[in-house]
Structures are given as C-alpha cells and as structure tokens.
C-alpha cells in the first residue's frame, strides 16, 4: 500500500480534480451527494498523502528514488514540456498539511454552509470549487518543474477567484474576488518573466536541473539575481507580501471555511513553499542590484516590512475574520522573512530555511482552527465585528477553549506550537541581522497584543449583541478540536533539542548539501528569554486593556493616540492609493486611448475616405466640356513634362534631400486634409439629400 | 494534371472547400414555403455539419511529417490547370499550418450557423452567402497558387459586405463600407506584389517559388523588402494590426452575431496565416539576418506588443460589452505578431497555435454578447448586472469563458501565450516584458467585464429573463470542449503544427 501510494504520488492531486469533474458533470442535481463524494475523495487523498509522509519520515531515500515521474504534455521545436511530478521532505509535509486541512473544511463545510443552501446557493458547484481549490494547490506542490508549478500557480487563484465571488448576487464579493484575482496577477506577471529568464538561460524547466545549471555558471551576477526577484514577485502575490497584499483582507468576502483554507494551507502557503522549493536558485542569487541588496536581502525586507505593517493594522480591526487575515499577512511576512536569511558563506542557513518551513507546518494547524472558530462564532451571532460580541465564554465553551488554544500558539506561548516555530525564526533572525530581529520582535509583541485582543473582546466580558448564540454540531465541533490537538503538541516536533523537523526537512535535496556543513545548533537562550518576553509584554498589554472584556480603556487609548490609530484603522490608506493610482493613470490611460483610437486615428480614416470624394468632386468638374479648357490642361502638363525632363538631373539630386520629403509630405497632408474637408462637405450635401 | 492515387486525396480537399456553396445553391432552390419551417436553417446546418465531420476525416488522415529534410508536407493535393496564359493552376492543399485553420472553420461556422437560428429576414440569401463566405475561407487557407489565394480573398468579401450591410445594426451600411473598402484597398498591396513575382518568375506556384525561383531573391535585399512590407500591410489591416484596426470594432458592433462570431474566429486569423505562409515563406530572408537594411523582426516584435498594450488599454475603456470583446481581440492577435517575431519554434507555434486558440474562445465570448443581447436589447455594461441570477447556466459558462480568456491553465490560451512569451523572450526581452503586462490588463477587463454584467445585484428590469436555450448551450459546450480538450492536451494540436513549424523556419534558414 504504501509502495502503491509512493510510487502513484500524482493520484493524491488527480483525486480532487476527479471529485471535481464528478461533482460538474454527473451530481450536480443532488448537493448531499456531491458533498459526500467531495469530502470521500478529499480523505482518500489524505490517506494516501499519509502514506507518503509516512514513509518519507521513515525512508526519504525510497520516496526520492521512487516517487518521481513525468509525462510529455506537448512539443515545440525539440523541446519536450513536460508534467512531472516528484516527493521530497518538504512535499511530502505539505501533501499532508493540504490534505488534512482540506479534508476538515470540507467536513466543517457541510454544516456551516447549510444555511446558505437554503438560500439556494448550490452545495454541489460549493464543493466542486473547493475541490479544485485543493487539486491546484498539490498540483503545484507535487510538481519538479517551471511551468507545471505556474500552471498550479494560476489555477490557486482561479479557484480562489471562484470561492471568494462564491456569493455572487452581493455587490462586494466580485468585486473582492476580482480584486484577488487582480492582485496576485501582477505577483504572477513578475513570475512568468522570472520563469523566462531563468528558462532562456538554462533552457530546462527542471529545478533541480535549472539550480545545476546555475551552479555550473550558465547565469550568473545581476540577471540571475533579477529573475530570482522577478520569481519572488510571484510569492509576494500569493502570499500577501506587501504591496500586493491588499487582496488578502477583502477574501473574507468568500465562506470562512474557504477563509480557513485560504490561510492555512491552499494559497498563502504556496508562495512560501515556492521560495523554499528553488531555495537553491535564491541562495545563489547573492550578485547586489540595488543598493547593494541581493534576492536574499530583498525577501527579507519585504517579508520585515510586511510582518510589522499587518501587525499594526491588526491592531484596530473590529472584524474577527479581518484581524485573522492581518494576523495571516504578518504571520507570512514572518516566514519570508526568515527564509531571506542567510550566512555570510554564501549557502544556505539551514536555520532559516527549516525555520521558515516549520513556521508555514505549525501555522496551518492553528490558523485553520482560528478561521473555523471565527466561522463558529459568526454562524452563532450572525455577526463578525468583536465589538457586538462578548462573553462567548459560556455559551460556546467548546469554540472558546479552541479559540484560546489557538491564540495562545500564534502568540507563542510557552510549550505550544507557535511558540517553537516562532522561537526557531527568531533564532535564524537573530544570527542573520539584528535590525530584523528588533523589528521581528516588535511585530511578535504586536500579534500577542492583537490576537489576545480579539479574544477578551469576544469570549470575556458580558454579551454585547443581540442574537442567541449557542455551540454548533459535531461536524463543525470535530475539526475544531482535532486541530487543537497539533496546535498544541505539533511543536515539540522541533524543539531546539530534539528537532526531528530540521533532520526531516534537511532531506530535502535543496538543503541537504547546506546543512552537512552546517553545525549542531543548540538552545539560543537569549533569543528564547526574548520570546518569553515578547509572549509576556503583548499578552500582559492586552490583558490589560481587555481583559474584562469591556472597551472603555481601550477607547480612552485610542482617542489619544489619534494619527497613529486612524492609520491602522484604515489600513494605512494602502487600498485607497492603489483606487487613485489605477483611476488616475491607468483608467485614465485607458480613455485617453480611446479618444485617440477616435479622433487620430480613426480620423486618418475617415479623412482618407473624404479626400476620395473631395477628389472625385473636383474631377467631376473638370470635365466641363469646355474645349479651351481640356486644350489648356494639356499644354501645361507637356511643359510640366518638359521640364521634369530636362531637369531630371536636377531632380534626382534633390530627391534625398530630406527637407524636399518634409515639403512633398507637407504638401500632401494640406492637399489630403483639404480634400477631405470638402470630401466631408460634400458628403453631407449628398446625405442630406 | 497530376492526382493523387489514393482514393481519398484525389479531390476530397477539394470537395470540403466545394462542399459549402453546394449547400448554398441548395438554399436559393428552396421554396418560399419553407422558411416558416427553418428549413433553410437546417440546410444550412447540415452543410455546416457535414464539412466539419469532412475536415475531421481529414485531420485524421492528415500525417504529420516526419521527414526533418523536407521543407513541405502537402496533403490532399489537388493540382489543375486552371488559366494556363497565366501559368496559374487550381492548386490546394493543407499543411500542418493550414490544417487547424480548416479545422477552426468548419468549427465555427456551425457555431456561426446555430447563432443565427433566429434569423428571420431572408433566411435563404443570407445562408447563401455564408455558405459562399465559408468555401473563400476555405479557398484562402488552402490555396497554393498566388493568383487563386488572391481570388478566395477577394471573394471572402463580397458576401461579408451583404451580410452586414443587410443583416447588421443600425449603422451598418458605413461599417460594411469600411470593412470592405479597407480590405480591398489592402488587397491592392497584395496584388501588386504577386503581380511583381509573377512577372519576375514567371510563375504563382508557391511550391516553386519556395524552392526554386524564390520571388524576388535575383532583386537585391530593397525590393524584397519593400514587397514583404507591402504585403504585409496588406495582411495587417486583416489581423488587424494597429493603426489599421479602426474598422474592426465597427464592423463588429454593426455585424449580427453569428456574422462577429466569424469575423473574430475565422476571417482574422486570415490575415496572420497569409504572413507566415506567403510574408515568410516568399521572402525567408527578409525577417532573418541576412537582412541588413531594416531589423524587420524588432519592428514586427514592436507592433505585436503595442496591439496587446493599446489593445488592452482600449478594451479597458469600453462601455459597450461588444467593444470590449472586439478590442480584446486585437489585443490578443497581437500576440500572433509578437510570436512570429520570436523566430523560433516555441514563437511560431505559439503564434499558430494562438490563432486557433483566439478563433474558438472569441466566438464563445461574442456568442454571449449574443445572448445577453438577445434577452435585454442592450450591450450597455452600465445598464446590466446581475444576470447570472436570472441565467445561472450563462453565468457559470461567461466565468468558463472569461477564465479562458485571461489564459489560465487547462484552456488553450495558457499553452499558446505561454508559448508566444517563452518565444519572443528570447529575441525581445523587453518587448516581451511589456507585453507580458498584459495578463494583468487583460485580467481587469475581462474580468471586470464579467462581474459587472453577470455579477452584483440584480437590476428589477431583468427578472424574470431566459437562461440560454439548447441550441446557445450546444454551441458553447462544442467550443468549451475544445478549448479544454486542446488546453488539457495540447499536443493534439501541437503535433501536427510543430512540424509546419519546423519546416518555415527551414524554409528561413533559422535553426531549430
């Protein structure tokens, strides 16, 4: 079985699209069937993905030697494109990430939708989204090459434009599906030039191929940083980075377990998981460009800058699902931002790269029960601003608990999942630059400060609504609490002790010549007192201004902290510069073109077509049949003649003189517009007729 | 007079061009009685019916080359006498080029035929000329002889200018004029250069004048220049290539339905068949370095990429649903041009491959311009909203249609813009980047497009609206189940237009 599952590893992505082409084609008519067989082919592809995992933690040599395969998609020239798939660690982690947290929603789904069922959304295309959701994410994780990763790449945001439009008669889902759509377009415009680049230049859409080729010096100094850059752009979309963030937040638009799986582990993760897939391409990308930063560098700051952006404008939000999507934004820039790190030696730190994995695998568990628990909540109080919540505690014990769990392990408290992965990155952070780490260690005080925040205001205090919330049934409740289980345990997986994680994801091909030279890294007590701290300090503040649950402090803050908390509040007036930038250039752009297609050249046209009739105008009068006119035109035209003929010498000479063209062209641009002026004239005689 | 032995090749090329303007004769012999049965609409499509299931034997018997010394591979050959004065022979054949543009025709045309069921004023004559539009078409693709090549194009004119004249909008008459006017006076560039060649070589046989005579090559470097420029101009007002692409969107607005879903899907992808089959294979050394006068392929990569930017930008600026879709569609031949600007195999089979790609989702897209029309009487995207609630099966099909549109994968269009970029990435760099700017521009309108007219809430003027009927669905799902079957495999294509492929840049002197 598991020999099976390994060797057929492409069946884990083809069983989502199968469920998918099942759901369109044949079930359509019955939403209960559609919904079983959805989450039916979901399991067997997390079952088969757990035999995978399993036996790359037991032998990744067997996955790596058996795994691999590849089909010819088409030829051009004598180039074969290929679909080709293959298993390392790193996949084999994310098949079970995508899997799992695919397979929950899905179940969490079937209650949480069943109220939008009756008001005749339909079940089947829901689930039929969601399954081509999941098929586009492990097509891009199973695949070892270029276009096949870009092909995947697209689809994730097909179907998240699909699922986040899914209420489509509101006038703000398709706008924020499109506005998704949009904004990881311009991330991919930058990734299919740095696929080209790099395809130009190796002419191998392999990665393991194109690294070698890189390596053997087949592109080199500033084009290979570029194209990795260039490559990046595409994460930055995909993943929240700043700017291309702002679709992010405006996603929430789509069903929250479509939320849960957006951030946890079909869309944002993919960006990750690609800068970690072509590390190697990074790591060798050192030639400075600007300012002296390389591709490195400048994941890095982009990965600094968004972490502590969308920490600060969690800070202020007052809907639960748009804190969660801020926490998500900096919670990736924190990822980026670690895998940006690297050692002066030139290869990877292998501690940023598995910090920044193990970061992106214990995340997904908490996020995705985070965005479960908000979809609880919602579904309870028909509401998602946290201000018309409150004391949830005791009507909902279960969701709180969970929610608790969960908050505690993004916040990094001691012994839970996040604690360790954070703990981890700070520690990469921490050899890499300390400006970073300053900035990484604010941004972690903010997201305990936030997260806590939102969960004073919505389970303590009194109730502040109006509704009867009350805890929803098993197959919300079951993901809920299979997912604190991880949340709360999964860290200890890589625990600067015993980290099993490192020694896994050290098997990934990419890192595995970095790593053998790299040392044994122990405990880093300083950063680890840091953690503690910064796990203190934010959950302290919040805990101090909300604890009870009630708003008063908080709003005698924010009052005096005027300019610094409208910007938060407004999300730093980045979606209202991206509105003035396209309405005053590009839509501007647009119509100007539009008035010039009109009135330039639409009118050469239309003046050629005038002059036509100007010239017939004229012609038609000459023939007058008047004989001493006819006699006159022909003695001009032979002394005409005459003298271009004894002249022609002359002529010629003159002929490459460029201002006797700029007279000729001139003279026939009066002549033609002339023409066209009585062409038109004329025209409208005739017309009026 | 030479025919071949095979029972199949001798004349069944030939029947499948013919075929059409039997059925069209067919139609004037019809009684008046029977229009009030659509019997001339189903004459029509039987003949429609009948080409297509042709043209697919023929695809099927058609073999890819595999001889990599050969610089054809002409099948189906039929070659007469034809005005012996002239030297000019009846000479067709089909290629991996022509090929898939036979194969697009027959497709569309039914679509073409479907789309007009509903047609009511002089259903008999308008079927007529059709059918007599579809046999030119056919003639253009496979014409190996200048003269008969010049004739078909010619042809293909007389009966789009009566249909849209008569059967068009409100301004029909000014946008049938400009169309024809436009073509035939492009046409003039066309003749003059075959002429030229005539005159030179003696001859109007493309087989000979690639492979002996080779046109203007004793004439010096200038005057094939100047002959490559002017019948490239000629093909250019066709593709259509900015500036000459005014008369594009009015012909479209103006052109019932069916009569767009032609123009975009067949009638322009004449033009980019007629450069790379007669631009470069009667005047290989114009494009490649040999040329030294004028670097001709940064000109046409230049040209290419303001047609997808100015394109885009246009569509952008569209407040009438069919003009959005019209400039989309000179945004997305630009990348025709952008393609056989790369000179190299993955550039040409892109552009090839991207002529077909454009033919059949375009003729989705101005189906259900169609359809929207049909039930609100308006194109005004201001006006609509919210369709998909009174026409979920439209509105689930337009998202089909937009996605493929904007190129994702498992559509067709992904394959050859990818294609196209990873092709003329390679000469044009720059260019290329530009231009590959487009799937961002081109993302906004189309989806902006599909989420103002299907998407939002539901203005009260449109309940109570039709979803689209069996025939509107039959249609869509024949062309959606290409574009997918040819995105999810496109070596079904690609396998027989990659050898064609090879054999032009042979026929350049470009290596593979």
Redesign the interface.
Known sequence: MIEFAVKNAWLVALLPLLSSIVITFLTRKSPVLSSRISRAFIFMALTLSSLICYEAVNDIDYVLQNSAGSL????????DFALSWKVDAVTAMMLVVVTLISTLVQLYSREYMEEYIHKGYSFS?YYAELSLFSFSMLLLVLTDNF?VL???W??V??SS??LI?FF????S???A??KA??AN??G??GF??GI??I??YTNTLNFDVAAAQIAAGKMTGGVLTLAAILTFFGAMGKSGQFPLHIWLPDAMEGPTPVSALIHAATMVAAGVYMVAKIMTIFAQATFPVLWGFNALDFIAAIGGITAIMAAFIAITQTDIKKILAYSTVSQLGFMILTLGMYSTEGGITPLGYTAGMFHLFTHAFFKAMLFLCSGSVIHACHTQDIFEMGGLRKKMPVTAITCLIGTAAISGAPGFAGFWSKDAMLDAIYEGNMFLFALAAIGATMTAFYMFRLYFLTFEGEYRGHGHPHEPGWRMKFPLIFLAIPSVLIGFVGTPWADYFKDFVHYTPVVKHATEHAAHHGPNWIVMGCSLAIFTVGTGLSFALYGKGDLSKSEALSLKMGGLFKASLNKLYIDEAYLWFIDKF??A???A??LF?KFV??M??NVV?WACIGVAHFAKRMHSGNIQQYAMGVIVSVLLLIFAGTNYVYIAKQLPIYWVWITIGLILAVALSVLGYFGNLFKKILDSK | MAVDSSVLNSLFLTLIVFFPILGGLVQLALPSSSVAKKIPHKVALGTTFITFIMSLILAMNFKPSTDPSSVFNFQFVDKFSWIPVLNSNYHIAVDGLSLPMVLLTSLIMIVAVLASWKIEKMPRMYFFLMMIMQTAVYGVFTSLDLLLFFVMWELELIPMYFLIGIWGGARREYAAMKFVLYTAFASAFMLIVFLGIYFNTGTFDYVQLVQGSKAFANLGMGIQVLAFVSLMICFAVKLPMVPFHTWLPDAHVEAPTALSIVLAGVLLKMGSYGMIRFGFGLFPDVMSAKNTILDLSFWLACLGTINIIYGAFLALAQTDMKRVIAYSSVSHMGFVLLGMAGMNANGLNGAILQMFTHGTITAMMFLFVGVVYDRTHTREIAKLGGLAQQMPIAGAFFVAISMAGVAVPGMNSFVSEFLVFAGSFQNHPYLCALAAFSVVIGAGYTLWLNERVFFGPLPSAWRGLPDINKIETFSVVLLMTIVIATGLYPALLLDIINPATKQIMMIMGIPA
């Open positions: 010819r998609w088409f030829t051009s020239g004598s180039f295309r276009l870009y092909a995947g697209e689809l945001g097909v434009f699909l439009g489509f008669e509101k006038k889902a398709p706008y599906a499109k759509f949009l377009r311009v991919d415009f299919l030039l080209l680049l395809f130009t590009v839509l752009f647009a119509k073109s539009s297609d050249i639409d050469i046209v077509s």
